[in-house]
């Protein structure tokens, strides 16, 4: 099984975010390329990540299309959702040539072979009919939760509800998730028992389950420090920010203190708007305002469109 009529494109540099979205809207006709959306996603070129709100904000707001998101995917809807006409974009880990340590990478998945095991995937990176197999792709999906994205046409989208079953209702999703990932923590190991505990914070964090998201990152954390130096996702902050709403949350605003400040400060270039943003709160919280307000500053600095940081901004010089 192959979708047809899908225009490939190659990624400017960091931009697999835009390229791939850009792909999989060209399959409903879509006409624009990967620099449409990354003008509005990514303002600051240097940006090392654009999350699935803000694409569901682009396309909603700057397209003709929908779109959805959902946590707790799994190989057997992925293939059902492409067999019904959809091909569908999923956030992965990443291990490429040239490339040090682990990284998050948006891969559009167009077609599978049952015969071989494998999805067929049109990579930014890698090119077009990169084939994975099935147990290769599950183990990098997991990273983030099992998320899979759909761009589509809004003509089709009683259809599409239908195709997803339970993963039409959010909710249900963050569930399910959740169970994943919670039956994960008793069987692996290593590296991937971080990222199931992680998924166990982050399932929890779209449940507003606050508490219980910052009790299973501690727990991800502890076993993150135990990993061997070249097994550690260190770039897992780049891409989810669910640790800082459990933290701040939570009420312990210093963790989301350190916890920005260290990732910040293992980047060569310290420009992650979502880092400074989490920070400033935090410094609000416990009465640090002139930090606060050089957080906000940066935050938007680095990404002019970041609405949840001119609004902080703003409520810290007063304006509201």
Known sequence: MHLKGIRHEFQQWNNCGPATLSMALSYWGWKGFQTAPAEYLKPNQRDKNVSPYEMENYV????????????????????????????????????????????GHYELVVGYDDAKQVFITYDSYRGPDYELTYDAFAYDWRAFNYLFLIPYDKSVEADLMAVLGPWADANWSYRHALEIAQQETQTLEGQALFFAWFNVGTSHVWLHEY??????????????????????????????????FAYYYSGRYQDVINLATSTLSVMSEPILEESYYWRALAEEAIGQHNKAVADAEEAVRLNANFTAGWNLLQRLKGGG
């Open 60 to 103: 909603t707001e700057k397209t003709p299309y929908g779109f959805l998101w959902r946590m707790g995917g799994d190989i057997t809807l992925l293939k059902s959702l492409i067999a019904s006409g959809y091909p569908v974009m999923v956030e992965k880990g990443f291990h490429g040539a040239g490339f040090e340590g682990w990284m």
């Open 211 to 244: 508490v219980d998201a910052a009790a299973a990152y501690d727990q991800a954390f502890a076993i993150y420090a135990q990993l061997p130096e070249e097994e550690r996702p260190w770039r897992m902050l780049w891409y989810q920010t669910g640790p800082y």
